[in-house]
C-alpha cells in the first residue's frame, strides 16, 4: 500500500541552525500538508501546499518556516533559524481532493530536536 | 474552549469490551475524520464521515456525526489489545485538520 514517508526520522539541531525536513508524498496526491506535534499537545496544521504554491497557512508558519517542493516526489518544510520551541515531530501529509473529500495520509514523523 | 474536544481524555477497558469516545467540535464542517496514533508514531487515518452522513461503519468502528449538537462518536467493538492508542478527531475546514486533544485508550488483555 502506498505511504508518504519521512527523513530523517529524528534530527538534533543547535538553535539557530537551519534545518530541512524531507518528505515523499504519495505519488498520485495533488495536496501536502505539514503539521507538528509538541510533546504531550496536540496535532497543529501548519501549512498546505497545492500546484506549487501555498493553499493555507496558520498563525505558527510565520517567516522563518518555508515550503517547497523540489521536484516531483519531495515535499520540504525548511526552518531558517530554530528557536528551542521549534522542538516537536514534524509530520508530512498527503491527500487526493475527491469529490470533497480530504482524507489526509500522515508520515511517521520527524522528531525535531533543538539545544 | 478548543475545537475538536474529545472525552474522555483516557479510557481504560479489557479486552473484549467496547470503547467509546466522544468528541465536539465548534466550526461548520466540511467532514470530521478520526485518526488513531500509537505513542510516538504518526497518525492512522481510521474513518472519514461527510457532514450530510449520520453514521458510517468500518469493521470494528462506527462513527455517528450529529451535526446539530456539533458532535461525533467513535465506538470500538470488541476491543483488543492492539487496539491501545490515542485517538483524536479532526474537523475538515478547507485544507486543514483541527484535531483534538485526543483520548488515550488502553486495552487490557
Known amino acids: 500500500e502506498p505511504e508518504v514517508t519521512q527523513t530523517p526520522s529524528h534530527q538534533v539541531t543547535q538553535m539557530g541552525q537551519e534545518v530541512i525536513l524531507r518528505c515523499v508524498p504519495i505519488?498520485?496526491?495533488?495536496?501536502f500538508y505539514w503539521y507538528r506535534q509538541i510533546l504531550g499537545q496536540k496535532v497543529e496544521f501548519l501549512v498546505s501546499?497545492?500546484?506549487?504554491?501555498?493553499?493555507?497557512k496558520s498563525e505558527i508558519f510565520d517567516d522563518q518556516f518555508s515550503v517547497e517542493r523540489p521536484d516531483g516526489s519531495n515535499f520540504t518544510l525548511k526552518i531558517r533559524s530554530t528557536k528551542l520551541e521549534d522542538s516537536a515531530m514534524y509530520f508530512c501529509?498527503?491527500?487526493?481532493?475527491?469529490?470533497?473529500?480530504?482524507?489526509?495520509?500522515f508520515g511517521p514523523g520527524t522528531r525535531l530536536t533543538v539545544l | 474552549s478548543q475545537q475538536g474536544e474529545e472525552d474522555p481524555q483516557a479510557l481504560s477497558i479489557q479486552e473484549g469490551e467496547n470503547a467509546t469516545m466522544n468528541c465536539s467540535y465548534k466550526?461548520?464542517?466540511?467532514?470530521l475524520q478520526w485518526y488513531r496514533q500509537n505513542s510516538g508514531r504518526g497518525l492512522v487515518h481510521l474513518i472519514l464521515?461527510?457532514?450530510?452522513?449520520r453514521e458510517k461503519h468500518s469493521g470494528r468502528l462506527r462513527v455517528t456525526l450529529d451535526t446539530s449538537k456539533k458532535s461525533s462518536s467513535l465506538l470500538i467493538t470488541a476491543s483488543r489489545a492492539a487496539d491501545t492508542a490515542s485517538y483524536f478527531c479532526?474537523?475538515?475546514?478547507?485544507?486543514?485538520?483541527?484535531f483534538g486533544e485526543g483520548t488515550q485508550l488502553t486495552v487490557n488483555p
Open positions: 501529509a498527503s491527500s487526493e481532493i475527491l469529490r470533497g473529500h480530504n482524507e489526509q495520509f
Open positions: 505519488s498520485n496526491h495533488l495536496y
Open positions: 501546499f497545492y500546484n506549487n504554491e501555498i493553499s493555507e
Open positions: 466550526t461548520s464542517i466540511n467532514n
Open positions: 464521515i461527510r457532514s450530510n452522513e
Open positions: 479532526a474537523e475538515t475546514s478547507g485544507s486543514r485538520l483541527t
